[in-house]
């Protein structure tokens, strides 16, 4: 009879509790103790809103940004966000730092940023939720100052820091201007794939034109490793690699910078060369592996021998790009067409290989060293 008293009354005011303590008990199993040490004792609900805390929130929050690349600092590590401003930031370092009491039910808020200045950003949070059955709203405003530092990254950069450097040279020649640009692309994506997954060191310090081709340093051996792989997948050729030490860690563990040395094939797709045999030039197609082409006297396929790889004997007589348009005079027979000279417009009889087109009226011829030969479209495979 005592223990049903204790609880038909507010053990702090002494005011009549609401006659609901058995419902609630029923549905959790377990009737509440208010003499249990560490036990939540039942009070009544102005007692309870007396010292009810709908959000706990901070006086002030601090965001730290790099003035560079606009990464922000969590933790101990920067991490990129990729926002135009900050707004999206400070709501979500808001929405973080504040708490809702763990009673409220149907908790609701929505926030209005409100821009002091460029280094300041107000937060006017609004909740709304439900409480022991009763509407419960509150609001607080929370200060979001933002202050800029350089990340280690971008401190990284400016210090020109690199790792590893990727030479780009040729056999016999100086890399084109396509090769250059496609190789500082290749480097730029797979530096962006990193950074995609989360790798901040992954960087391209600088690139560098040379007399003998491209110089490309980037942030560690293994962006190195990859970009020279990846040129000679897409281009033929070979590379190789050399360690110089730099310095030792902290940890006095030497220190290595590696170069990567990519070295393209004499002759690229395109180009027409004469080779030291009678077969006549060859269109090359492909310079990976064994070098293999078109002869543009036949149309025969061509491709050199093991030992010769993609650098076969042979002199260079042009490009497709060299080629010239010129008018068809006859078709003479099977092996034989005539056409006129781009220079001089006699018609001359030259040799027709298996990719002229009978029908046409013109084609592309180039005139070099070995004489005049019709070349395909560049469209044609």
């Known amino acids: 009879m005592t223990e049903s008293r204790s609880r038909a009354f507010c053990p702090r005011c002494g005011e009549p509790m609401p006659d609901r303590s058995e419902s609630d008990a029923s549905e959790s199993g377990e009737a509440t103790d208010p003499l249990r040490p560490g036990a939540d004792v039942e009070v009544c609900d102005a007692c309870y809103f007396e010292e009810f805390e709908f959000v706990d929130a901070p006086e002030r929050i601090d965001v730290l940004v790099c003035s560079q690349c606009g990464a922000v600092h969590r933790g101990n590590r920067w991490v990129d966000v990729g926002a135009k401003d900050y707004t999206d930031v400070a709501i979500e370092e808001v929405s973080e730092a504040l708490g809702v009491h763990v009673d409220v039910d149907d908790v609701a808020w929505q926030v209005e940023p409100e821009q002091v200045d460029p280094n300041t950003i107000r937060m006017h949070c609004y909740f709304t939720g439900v409480v022991r059955g009763t509407p419960v709203e509150e609001q607080v405003t929370v200060p979001v100052k933002i202050s800029r530092q350089t990340c280690s990254r971008c401190g990284r950069i400016a210090g020109d820091y690199y790792a590893s450097v990727v030479q780009l040279r040729a056999e016999g020649r100086t890399p084109t201007s396509e090769e250059r640009e496609r190789a500082e692309a290749i480097a730029n994506e797979i530096v962006a794939d990193m950074e995609a997954t989360g790798d901040r060191n992954a960087f391209v310090t600088e690139t560098s034109e040379t007399d003998d081709?491209?110089?490309?340093?980037?942030?560690?051996?293994?962006?190195?490793?990859?970009?020279?792989?990846?040129?000679?997948?897409?281009?033929?050729g070979t590379v190789s690699d050399s360690e110089t030490l730099v310095t030792e860690d902290e940890d006095g563990n030497e220190v290595y910078r590696v170069t990567f040395a990519v070295r393209l094939p004499p002759y690229t797709p395109g180009d027409v060369i004469d080779l030291a045999d009678d077969g006549g030039p060859v269109l090359v197609r492909s310079?990976?592996?064994?070098?293999?082409?078109?002869?543009?006297?036949?149309?025969?396929?061509?491709?050199?021998?093991?030992?010769?790889?993609?650098?076969?004997?042979?002199?260079?007589?042009?490009?497709?790009?060299?080629?010239?348009?010129?008018?068809?005079?006859?078709?003479?027979?099977?092996?034989?067409?005539q056409v006129l000279d781009p220079e001089t417009y006699e018609a001359k009889t030259i040799a027709r290989p298996d990719y002229?087109?009978?029908?046409a009226e013109t084609v592309p011829v180039l005139k070099s060293r070995a004489g005049l030969h019709v070349l395909p479209d560049e469209g044609d495979d």
């Open 213 to 236: 081709g491209l110089d490309m340093k980037v942030s560690t051996n293994k962006i190195g490793k990859k970009v020279a792989n990846k040129i000679r997948e897409e281009f033929g």
């Open 287 to 337: 310079a990976h592996g064994n070098l293999k082409g078109t002869r543009v006297t036949t149309g025969e396929r061509y491709e050199a021998d093991y030992e010769e790889g993609n650098s076969p004997d042979a002199r260079k007589l042009g490009t497709l790009a060299d080629a010239a348009e010129t008018t068809v005079v006859a078709v003479e027979d099977e092996h034989a067409v």
């Open 356 to 359: 002229f087109d009978p029908d």
